[in-house]
C-alpha cells in the first residue's frame, strides 16, 4: 500500500517545491496529485502538469472534489476524489490542517503529514520572489494567521521540516518515512 504524503505549511514554506523536487527525483516513487484551480496561470505553470486550470463554476457544489476552497483572493482551490485512490506511486499532496481529518474520513490510508514551518521574513520573501502583489503577500499573511489552529493528527505520522532547511535534509527525512 503506498502513502499519501500531505504537505502542509503556511505561504511560501516550500511546499511545492518539495513536490516538486520529490516527483522529479524520483519519479517512480513519488506523484504529484495535480489539484484543480480557477485562477491564471502563473509564468511557466502548464496545465494539467501544475495545476487543472478550470473555470469558477466547476467548483460550484461538485461532488467529484474534495478539499475545496475559496482563497482571499477570490480563487478556488481542489482536488478530484478519483485522484486520491489507485495509486502506483505514493501521492503528493498539498492542503491545510484541517483536511487531513477530511481525507480520513474519505477513507484514505496511509496518511503521513508534512509539516513544514517558516518565518514571517523568509514568507515576504519568497512571496516576493514568485511574483505576489503587496496586496495578495498581506491578504495570504492575514489568511495564515486566521487558520493557525492545532490540530491533532492522532496516530497519524508527522515530518517536521522548516523552510530554511536544505532541499536535500528535506528530502531525506521525507524518504526516511516511504
Known amino acids: 500500500m503506498k502513502n499519501l504524503l500531505v504537505f502542509i505549511g503556511e505561504s511560501g514554506s516550500g511546499k511545492t517545491t518539495l513536490i516538486t523536487e520529490l516527483s522529479g527525483r524520483y519519479p517512480e516513487q513519488f506523484k504529484k496529485v495535480v489539484t484543480c484551480t480557477s485562477r491564471p496561470a502563473r509564468a511557466g505553470e502548464i496545465d494539467a502538469v501544475d495545476y487543472h486550470f478550470l473555470p469558477e463554476e466547476y467548483f460550484i457544489c461538485n461532488p467529484n472534489l474534495v478539499l475545496t476552497k475559496r482563497t482571499a483572493d477570490g480563487f478556488y482551490y481542489g482536488t478530484r476524489k478519483l485522484d486520491l485512490f489507485h495509486a502506483t506511486r505514493n501521492l503528493l ?36 520572489q514568485r511574483g505576489d502583489t503587496d496586496k495578495i503577500i498581506s491578504d495570504r ?6 487558520n493557525q489552529t492545532v490540530v491533532d493528527f492522532g496516530k497519524i505520522p508527522v515530518v517536521d521540516l522548516h523552510a530554511e532547511q536544505k532541499i536535500e535534509d528535506k528530502i531525506k527525512l521525507v524518504l526516511q518515512t516511504c
Open 93 to 128: 499532496l498539498t492542503s491545510r490542517p484541517t483536511g487531513v481529518s477530511k481525507l480520513v474520513s474519505l477513507g484514505c490510508r496511509n496518511i503521513v503529514v508534512v509539516r513544514i514551518s517558516i518565518g514571517e521574513k523568509l514568507k515576504i520573501r519568497r512571496m516576493r
Open 141 to 146: 499573511l492575514l489568511s495564515d494567521t486566521r
